[in-house]
């Protein structure tokens, strides 16, 4: 599976953005999906995970709850993350990441669990 991240950028606190992440390969389905940030000097942090069924199997770390946002779309092999109410501490690079999942409503948090990383995509949140 290789992935592509797509949507970042440069935006306002209190402003929002939209990024994609484009899966290649087969079987996107089989796939949970998760998004993963890594801010300068820190490391790599869980943000959110679909379950490979996507709808409300999700998981969210508490720093985005209520402001952030998974889906998944399987015919188009495209997962996204809606990021709303952006503050300056959202500034980061972002990772889209996939883990083979042998069940339907499993929603990885942890880095290692994840087998595929796409490149990542710099968002920066200015006060």
């Known amino acids: 599976v290789q992935l592509v991240e797509s949507g970042g950028g440069l935006v306002q606190a209190g402003g929002y953005l939209r990024l994609s992440c484009a899966a290649s390969?087969?079987?996107?389905?089989?796939?949970?999906m998760g998004w993963f940030r890594q801010a300068p000097g820190k490391e790599r942090e869980f943000v959110v995970s679909?379950?490979?069924?996507?709808?409300?199997?999700?998981k969210y770390s508490d720093s985005v709850k209520g402001r952030f946002t998974i889906s998944r779309d399987n015919a188009k092999n495209t997962v996204y993350l809606q990021m709303n109410s952006l503050v300056p501490d959202d500034t980061a690079i972002y990772y889209c990441a996939a883990n083979y999942a042998r069940t339907g409503f499993y929603t990885p948090s942890l880095a290692h669990e994840y087998s595929y990383w796409g490149q990542g995509t710099m968002v920066t949140v200015s006060s």
């Open positions: 679909i379950s490979r069924s996507g709808g409300m199997n999700t």
């Open positions: 390969g087969r079987a996107f389905n089989k796939y949970s």
